[in-house]
């Protein structure tokens, strides 16, 4: 997945049990997909409690911010509940999207399909605005230049 490509569509469940399609997420506006390898773990819990203390730019920006990982639904709401995360949370559970996205690590300490790390603009008409997916489960994404594409 690059810079100018077609973003997959998916309908994957949010903390609700819920289906949530891209469609719905990229709306009006532009939105930002974070992958992420699993809920709880510490890099993983340190991102995503990053973008919740964030979220006023990313609202004033009018970004839709949805975090997708491999865990389930109950497991992705107790994480939300637990880090007073303010955004959507995707379970990626059958791993089709992660699969789309092309980020996904095969084997992950003897796990088979994880999703890696990944940061994906997209803009309301599904086009990939900036595509970043790490193979290094310990870093960040380049949040400065995630800002850049945003605004």
């Known amino acids: 997945m690059k810079k100018g490509d077609k973003a997959p569509d998916f309908s994957l469940q949010n903390t609700e049990g819920n289906y949530i399609t891209l469609s719905e997420i990229t ?12 809920a709880f773990s510490g890099i993983c819990t340190d ?16 970004v839709n911010v949805a975090g997708i990982s491999i865990d389930s639904f109950f497991t992705l709401r ?23 996205y ?7 300490y003897g ?18 605005l900036y595509a ?3 193979d290094q489960d310990d ?6 230049t995630i800002f850049k594409h945003l605004s």
């Open 78 to 100: 107790e994480f939300k509940r637990s880090n007073n995360l303010n955004f959507i949370l995707l379970s990626d559970f059958n791993k089709t999207a992660s699969r789309n």
């Open 47 to 62: 991102e995503m409690c990053i973008i919740r203390d964030n979220m006023k730019l990313y609202n004033s920006l009018k």
């Open 27 to 38: 709306g009006e506006g532009k939105s930002l997909l974070l992958f992420f390898p699993l």
């Open 102 to 108: 092309q980020c996904i690590y095969e084997d992950y």
């Open 132 to 134: 970043e997916i790490l």
């Open 139 to 144: 870093q960040f994404p380049d949040f400065n």
């Open 111 to 128: 796990m088979k399909g994880v999703s890696k790390r990944g940061a994906f603009v997209i803009d309301r008409d599904k086009t990939i």
